[in-house]
């Protein structure tokens, strides 16, 4: 008996467990739960998502590490970027966190469970 | 608003997600879950927790990766090791691994909880 099939590097369920282990991540992922709570200052309806620029501003951290932060969770399924002219606004994918933690905890309970996909693409 | 207090390098919760980022250790798990069927084959009693080298020999990777995969389980309290003798045992951290998962949960809800500790330690 081995652990075969668990060393798929592009596991989507790897990539999604990685986003999640930065406090920052968790951070940018929580506060766009409750945009109206954490971004109300936003010029733009918040129906459209939060603005980079609005996320930026509410970390104490430079441009380019917010910028690579959003990219790490946008890679990983778990926000959705939709540009708007000069800006890009950001949504937490509820049903894509989910499916991670669903995936995790079956990876935890069953050793086949660790090659499985998180994102449907 | 900022995202203050999230970025404390000691977390628990960094480094115990971290420690399930990787599909081997997932997979150890998973499987020091049921001992019973996974180890069998261990001459020792698997009340003292499955041995080191029954681990390794379950996974097709050297016994230095094994070691690793191992120790960092260890440090982020996952599991939990004993050395008898010679050998060391290895017992999954059932409570500990539920209250990594509801950290997790909740600082994916919550800007706050991202700097909550995991080990009660």
Redesign the interface.
């Known amino acids: 008996?081995?652990?075969?099939g668990?060393?798929?590097p592009a596991?989507g369920?790897?990539e999604g467990?990685?986003a999640?282990?930065?406090?920052?991540r968790?951070?940018?992922?929580?506060?766009l739960?409750e945009p109206e709570r954490?971004f109300a200052a936003q010029a733009q309806p918040l129906s459209l998502g939060v603005c980079a620029g609005q996320i930026e501003q509410?970390?104490?951290?430079s441009q380019s590490s917010i910028s690579a932060h959003l990219a790490a969770l946008q890679a990983a399924g778990l926000i959705s970027g939709r540009r708007v002219g000069p800006y890009v606004f950001f949504k937490r994918d509820d049903e894509a966190?989910e499916r991670l933690?669903a995936l995790?905890?079956a990876?935890?309970?069953?050793?086949a469970?660790?090659?499985e996909p998180v994102q449907s693409s």
């Not at 008996?1 to 075969?4: A, D, K, Y």
């Not at 968790?26 to 506060?31: P, S, T």
């Open positions: 008996m081995t652990i075969e668990t060393l798929d596991c369920l790897d467990i990685k999640l282990a930065h406090p920052v968790r951070a940018i992922l929580a506060k739960r954490y509410s970390c104490p951290l966190i933690l995790l905890r990876a935890l309970d069953q050793p469970c660790n090659s």
